[in-house]
Nanobody, 129 residues
Framework: QLQLVESGGGLVQPGGSLRLSCTASGFTSDHYAIGWFRQAPGKEREGVCRISSAGVSTNYADSVKGRFTISKDNAKNTVYLQMNSLKPEDTAVYYC??????????????????????WGKGTLVTVSS
């Protein structure tokens, strides 16, 4: 059974940086997409970014483009989210997610979360002075 475990959340000042990690265990597929969603208090879940299994393709929400970078280390089964120039509106619980079914890299799956096969438990990021 696949497990996704996030780490790296915390409190950071506006303009600061933070790196989240997500380690996958119990997974052997070569065809999948892995990425991040976030949900702020009182708001709907938002797709943040994703990366293909080979690490060749990446996509980002407009709200984080140019500030966030997703990467993966296949040897460690770990995906990273480097977050720079953080803003108070980035405050949210960040969830690692993996899709390995048909259309696993599609925009609709990564915009809505419907079609995501596995979720982590989340890690809280708070951007505040």
């Amino acid at each position: 059974q696949l497990q996704l475990v996030e780490s790296g959340g915390g409190l950071v000042q506006p303009g600061g940086s933070l790196r989240l990690s997500c380690t996958a265990s119990g997974f052997t597929s070569d065809h999948y997409a892995i990425g991040w969603f976030r949900q702020a208090p009182g708001k709907e879940r938002e797709g943040v970014c994703r990366i293909s299994s080979a690490g060749v393709s990446t996509n980002y929400a407009d709200s984080v483009k140019g500030r966030f970078t997703i990467s993966k280390d296949n040897a460690k089964n770990t995906v990273y989210l480097q977050m720079n120039s953080l803003k108070p509106e980035d405050t949210a619980v960040y969830y690692c997610a993996l899709a390995d079914a048909i259309n696993y890299y599609s925009d609709i799956v990564w915009a809505t979360g419907y079609g995501i096969n596995y979720w982590g438990k989340g890690t809280l990021v708070t951007v505040s002075s």
